[in-house]
């Protein structure tokens, strides 16, 4: 897995070499129809696409429910469709006089995306935060009250409480041990350490559903004089001779044994990436180290760590953005009851369950809120990269 | 493992077991073989108890433990008859179905759209190409949350709640900034001399992006495939809000989460259809696994 940081690092020394390379124009700068224009590209892919899509989703499935059909259609349109829309946009771009062609066929290529962003993500959060101040309903302003019992309300307190704990607890747990894991597999033979590394990985392949049913089983409760313990943990807790416990119902652990199951999803993903990292440090420093006497634990703290602390802030910070917006994991275990609801999953009852938008739509601004110097620490260390192309 | 490595101290990290013998070679760093079996065997645990019950007949399930096979082999009954139960009657297979409906097109349609865009903005000059940019990367952290109350809202107004295309859009639009993200990355990284000389042979920005770009990109992309992949597949949010759990549309995970609510302690069913759940990723992951490390390394911002 080495070779990936190799590709990585060979990848930005090539990219010093990017520019943009659209034909060389020396006319006059755009007006307002190019401006039209390059809307118009924009726009077309995406509404035709969709005018389409809308006909193939609900026509032909209301008439019969073969899903292969509507799978192959939007198969059709998906790629065929959409690659059609834009091999079109380009010819009638192509055709336009100079002056229009080289303002706006830059628009052909990012005009889709960008309208689909805009309608998916930047239209959404602007509504979210006005409704954010409106009432359950969506109408008439309450402004603050919604934020107001978000901080007074004791179920959301707790969700408030529960999920800073989370943020702390798993990204801890998991990148402790996904690092040590991946500094021991490091001393096994190359096949060893492939084959130990998949194992843990490969929760990551796993829905938060079906990790929260495993996981669940392991957790599984009787009381004593109904049958055998089938849940592991009770299983081994009786076995040395206690009283079978309802794990999910102990507050205020419960939330600690729902955070074990993120973390058993999310050690592979950190251990991946730190072990990378860990292979990246030069072989010549350690041995250096090694020589001059150092014990092994002295160079992992003193060589090592400084060495990966990038790779470290990164994998944190992902690990804390999912975190943090962990919903499937407790609506699947506990529907946020016996005092183990977050933000993430009591937004999506307050808004769908209890029809709550004003509460709903404040509690995800929350969320953004929240998250928000994690995307600033993002976009600083994305043009720390491009200074650096 | 070869013996041209024998002469490297042994701090190094390869390991060398040859000169030792066999024996020696098993026992050689034990208490590290050690901690690593033990992690491994606690990691695998739980997915192992659940393959096992979902072979046992339910009486033997809500008799004892899982465990207890390993210690009367030999007289233990397995069966198959929990997956054919979950798939037919619980409507596992239906749900698996529209799984696949669901997640085929909304992993090739955001691909299409995003190659172009990173394209666009790694090759073309436009004005707010830079900070156009720099929002996408801003895009890869805001919660889904976020985006549920007014686009549900959108999808009642032109009636298309429920239905496939709502969801594969849905997917579309939230899957684009770490598709753009990670192409763009990639296709800005392809040599500027290859793309200049196409330009001199008189190739147009459509047919070098066709016939250069597009086949020197196939590892990128299939790393984003595969990651849109299991993100769609194993979602559970989006297909809630926008499909629901009508049986017709249902999605496997929503079936899961659902049979999980109604027989909860149906546990013969429940290790089957989790399983059922699961196969699918496990059996893209484990195949394709290189590919899939390299877009989580930048992908998993997302979400």
């Given at each position: 897995m080495a070779d990936i940081v190799d590709e990585e690092a060979s990848e930005v020394e090539k990219a010093a070499e990017a520019r943009p390379i659209n034909p060389i124009y020396k006319g006059p700068g755009p007006n307002f129809l190019t401006q039209l224009m390059r809307i118009g590209v924009s726009l077309a892919v995406p509404l035709i696409a969709f005018g389409i899509l809308y006909w193939a989703g609900t026509v032909l499935l209301d008439e019969n429910a073969n899903r292969l059909v509507v799978v192959v259609m939007a198969l059709i349109i998906g790629v065929l469709g959409v690659f059609a829309l834009f091999y079109g946009m380009n010819w009638l771009t192509m055709r336009l006089p100079e002056r229009y062609r080289h303002f706006v066929l830059p628009f052909v290529f990012v005009g889709p995306a960008i309208v689909l962003l805009t309608i998916f993500l930047v239209y959404p959060t602007v509504v979210t935060f006005k409704l954010s101040f409106q009432n359950a309903q969506g109408e008439g302003f309450v402004w603050l009250d919604n934020y107001i019992d978000i901080f007074t309300d004791s179920g959301t307190l707790e969700a408030l409480r529960n999920s800073v704990l989370w943020v702390i607890i798993v990204p801890a747990l998991a990148v402790s041990i996904g690092l040590g894991f991946a500094v021991l597999a490091d001393k096994l033979g190359s096949k060893g350490e492939a084959f130990s590394k998949s194992f843990i990985f490969m929760p990551m392949a796993i829905s938060f559903v079906g990790a929260s049913i495993v996981w669940r089983f392991i957790y599984n409760f009787r009381p004593e004089g109904f049958g055998e313990q089938i849940g592991l943990l009770n299983g081994i807790w009786t076995a040395i001779g206690n009283e079978p416990v309802a794990w999910l119902l102990q507050e205020p652990w419960n939330n600690f044994y729902l955070m074990v199951i993120l973390v058993w999803l999310q050690v592979g993903f950190a251990m991946v990436i730190l072990s990378a990292g860990i292979k990246s440090v030069p072989d010549d420093i350690l041995e250096a180290a090694r020589i001059d006497g150092a014990k092994e634990f002295q160079v992992f703290w003193r060589i090592i760590i400084p060495s990966i602390s990038s790779t470290l802030v990164v994998v944190l910070t992902t690990i804390i953005i999912t975190v943090w917006k962990v919903f499937d994991i407790v609506y699947v275990m506990t529907s946020g009851e016996f005092g183990t609801s977050v933000v993430a999953e009591r937004m999506v009852t307050e808004f769908f369950t209890f029809g709550n938008e004003g509460a709903g739509a404040a509690l995800a601004v929350v969320l953004l809120v929240a998250i928000t110097p994690l995307m600033v620490l993002n976009v600083r260390r994305f043009q720390a990269q491009e200074a650096q192309r | 493992m070869t013996t041209t490595t024998a002469e490297k101290p042994a701090t190094q990290s390869e390991y060398v077991p040859d000169k030792r013998g066999f024996w020696a070679g098993v026992f050689y760093r034990w208490p590290v073989k050690l901690v690593i079996l033990i992690v491994v065997i606690i990691w695998i645990i739980p997915t192992l108890g659940v393959l096992v019950s979902s072979f046992r007949p339910p009486d033997a399930v809500n008799a004892n433990g899982w465990w207890t096979v390993f210690t009367n082999l030999g007289s233990n009954e397995w069966t198959l008859s929990n997956y054919s139960d979950v798939l037919s009657s619980e409507g596992f297979g239906n749900s698996f179905l529209n799984s696949l409906s669901v997640t085929i097109p909304a992993t090739v349609m955001p691909i299409t759209i995003a190659a172009f865009a990173a394209y666009g903005f790694a090759w073309m000059e436009f004005p707010g190409r830079q900070w156009l940019f720099v929002l996408v990367v801003a895009m890869l952290v805001i919660p889904l949350q976020m985006a549920l109350i007014p686009l549900l809202r959108l999808y009642t107004t032109i009636n298309l709640?429920?239905?496939?295309p709502a969801v594969w859009l849905a997917h579309t639009g939230f899957g684009l900034p770490l598709a753009i993200y990670l192409l763009r990355n990639y296709i800005g990284s392809l040599p500027s001399s290859m793309m200049e000389s196409a330009s001199i042979d008189g190739a147009t920005p459509f047919e070098t992006f066709t016939q250069l770009v597009v086949p020197l990109s196939v590892p990128v992309l299939a790393s984003f495939a595969i990651f849109q992949f299991l993100w769609v597949w194993n979602d559970l949010l989006i297909a809630l809000v926008f499909l629901g759990g009508e049986p017709d549309v249902r999605v496997i995970t929503l079936a899961l989460n659902n049979l999980n609510g109604s027989r909860g302690q149906a546990w013969h069913l429940l290790t089957a259809g989790a399983f059922i759940t699961m196969a699918l990723p496990l059996v893209v992951f484990l195949s394709l696994q290189r590919y899939f490390v390299r877009g989580l390394t930048a992908g998993s911002v997302k979400g």
């Open positions: - | 709640n429920g239905t496939f």
